[in-house]
């Protein structure tokens, strides 16, 4: 089983940067689709972006262009590069491995105006 463990939340004003770690337990290959999920406070978890060899990367609509997502296998790790946040994306960000289901527990991201 793969354990997954997220960091580098925080408070950050509106318009700064954060990047986001995502640790994996076992080796995960660069086949395998990686994806970040948040959840707002009152509002269901919701897709943000996924990255695989086969499918490359993929990015909801409301943070094209801001965020990037990347991977180093070498280190079983994806990252969430998050530039130029605004307020609505304060939540609890989750990366998960697609292909068995497997999720983190989650970081705070708190964006204030």
């Known amino acids: 089983q793969v354990q997954l463990v997220e960091s580098g939340g925080g408070l950050v004003q509106a318009g700064g940067s954060l990047r986001l770690s995502c640790a994996a337990s076992g080796s995960i290959s660069s086949d395998t689709l990686m994806c970040w999920y948040r959840q707002a406070p009152g509002k269901q978890r919701e897709f943000v972006a996924r990255i695989s060899s086969g499918l490359g990367r993929y990015y909801a609509d409301s943070v094209k262009g801001r965020f990037t997502i990347s991977r180093d296998n070498a280190k079983n790790t994806v990252y969430l590069q998050m530039n130029n946040l605004k307020p609505e994306d304060t939540a609890v960000y989750y990366c998960?491995?697609?292909?068995?289901?497997?999720w983190g527990r989650g970081t705070q991201v708190t964006v204030s105006s």
């Open positions: 998960k491995e697609e292909n068995r289901g497997y």
